[in-house]
């Protein structure tokens, strides 16, 4: 299974963009990268996923590196209710069990 | 609303006593699965389930059991022969019909042996 690293933790200011970085250099060709964020005892909430192309959605955006060996979760404006723990996930194929292997994540602290 | 619910959220047991975790959906979705958590810690992978009356153990499947009669249902039985279960446990789910996607989550149970 691939593995994933990520830096422990990162500050960010308000309404500045946090940019999350990611590495994954294992990671098979058929395998989705994707995010996750945990804020405390409660359960992970999905962010984004990709696969090849780079991604957007309402809540970020997702930087995949040509050769897929890392990637960037980019939230655009940092709000204080942004602090959280940020988890990037290679998921295993679905015919493997589609199972997510999480690492220790980024925590991401929001200030003001 | 669709989703995932977890019961009891908080739950405490005495050493040496088995304790069933509960876990339903009603997204219709296929697979299912049990994950642990510890402080300052990731989720690591105790036992999915893909399809009923079939589940796999994960990465840390010693001292726990599951079952899996009904789509809708996947529950985890803490048993006495795990050493450690203080922890909080999340259960989540994801359709296996097509491409990828999103696995959702429960809110939790915390549990606690005294």
């Known amino acids: 299974d691939a593995k994933t690293t990520q830096p422990p933790s990162m500050d960010c200011a308000e309404g500045r963009a946090a940019n999350l970085p990611c590495n994954h250099s294992?990671?098979?060709?058929?395998?989705?990268v994707y995010w996750y964020r945990q804020i405390h005892s409660q359960g992970p909430q999905y962010i984004i996923h990709g696969l090849k192309n780079n991604e957007t959605n309402e809540m970020a955006s997702l930087i995949i590196t040509e050769d897929r060996k890392s990637s960037t979760l980019i939230l655009p404006h940092a709000t204080l209710r942004d602090t959280a723990v940020y988890y990037c996930i290679v998921r295993a194929p679905l015919y493997q069990g589609g199972k997510l292997i999480f690492g220790q994540g980024t925590e991401l602290s929001v200030k003001p | 609303d669709g989703g995932i619910t977890q019961s009891p959220k908080y739950l405490f047991r005495k050493e040496g006593q088995n304790v069933t975790l509960s876990c339903e959906q009603n997204l219709n979705h296929d697979a299912m699965y049990w994950y642990r958590q510890d402080p300052g810690q990731g989720l690591r992978l105790i036992y999915y389930?893909?399809?009923?009356?079939?589940?796999q153990k994960g990465d840390i499947a010693e001292g726990y059991s599951v079952s899996r009669e009904k789509k809708e249902s996947f529950p985890l039985t803490v048993t006495s022969a795990q050493k450690n279960p203080t922890a909080f446990y999340l259960c989540?789910?994801?359709?296996?019909?097509?491409?990828?996607?999103?696995?959702?989550f429960g809110p939790g149970t915390r549990l606690t042996v005294l």
């Open positions: 389930s893909q399809i009923v009356n079939d589940f």
């Open positions: 989540a789910s994801i359709t296996t019909s097509g491409g990828a996607n999103e696995q959702f």
């Open positions: 294992t990671i098979s060709g058929n395998e989705y």
